[in-house]
């Protein structure tokens, strides 16, 4: 039975254009109820910092993709966190967010009173330097208003430009495992 090309009759009977078969038709799925609504949550909702709300909307970005959802109450929480989804699903934010939260930015009361006022103290790396600027340049528009400074490190490029940004106060480094490292070694301070 072509079931592509069926009517249902005033009987409840399935019959198809091709065909003198009839099925009786018990149920349907049709229905009459309105669709059920799905809460579309924002990232305040999950208790994302104002100031990186209004960065993100700014952006256009206004609602957490799924595995944002899932990661930012575990993470805000200050729990580690292991997400896996495909490309271009929201995996930065999901954990660049709670990073950008969690820094003791310049503008904060309790800059001055850290052990190091401008040394990172978040460190994120990834394994190119194609995925250091993509990074960076997602949490720098998260973190817009916020006031928290973010740094790419990678091979490539002359390394003193990345020493001297180390240098003058950071409080998020994204990089590539061997630059960060020898940046790291390099800086004589933080």
Known sequence: M???LSQVDENR???ADDSNEALNVAETLATSQAAAEIPH???ADFGVRSDIVQSLTEAGITHPFPI???TLPVALGGHDI???AKTGTGKTLGFGIPAIQRVIAPDDEAYASLAVPGAPQA???VPTRELAVQVAGDLSTAAKRRGARIVTIYGGRAYEPQIEALTAGVEIVVGTPGASLTC???????
């Open 184 to 190: 790291t070694t390099r800086s004589t301070s933080r």
């Open 82 to 84: 292991i997400g896996q």
């Open 123 to 125: 460190l994120i790396v």
């Open 2 to 4: 072509n079931t592509e």
């Open 41 to 43: 949550l924002t990232f």
């Open 13 to 15: 009977h399935l019959t």
């Open 68 to 70: 944002q959802s899932m």
